[in-house]
Nanobody
Framework: QVQLVESGGGLVQAGGSLRLSCAAS????????MAWFRQAPGKEREFVST????????VYADSVKGRFTISRDNAKSTVYLQMNSLKPEDTAIYYC????????????????WGQGTQVTVSS
């Protein structure tokens, strides 16, 4: 099991940027594909982005493609989500998740989850 702690959320105006971080501990970070999911009020949790164990492969939801960038630093056991051109519809709790297999857009593939960080985008 890997422990995950997200940070970097906050309140930002539409068009602004935020950078989320997710620090991992407890296991060898490079053994895990990592992902970001989000859950908006009254909605189900949805996939945002995923990155392979060494960063060679990334996948994005259509809703964030071209605006968000996922990256990782295995030496720091941290995965990042750079969010640009934020929109009010990006408002959600953002969760990072770890998977010992390959990258996946399915929540069911991920065994370990962080507690989440709130992102609020005002119009």
């Amino acid at each position: 099991q890997v422990q995950l702690v997200e940070s970097g959320g906050g309140l930002v105006q539409a068009g602004g940027s935020l950078r989320l971080s997710c620090a991992a501990s407890g296991r060898t970070f490079s053994n895990y594909a990592m992902a970001w999911f989000r859950q908006a009020p009254g909605k189900e949790r949805e996939f945002v982005s995923t990155i392979s164990r060494y960063g060679a492969s990334t996948v994005y939801a259509d809703s964030v493609k071209g605006r968000f960038t996922i990256s990782r630093d295995n030496a720091k056991s941290t995965v990042y989500l750079q969010m640009n051109s934020l929109k009010p519809e990006d408002t959600a709790i953002y969760y990072c998740a770890a998977n010992t297999g390959y990258t996946s857009t399915s929540q069911a593939s991920y065994d370990d989850w962080g507690q989440g960080t709130q992102v609020t985008v005002s119009s």
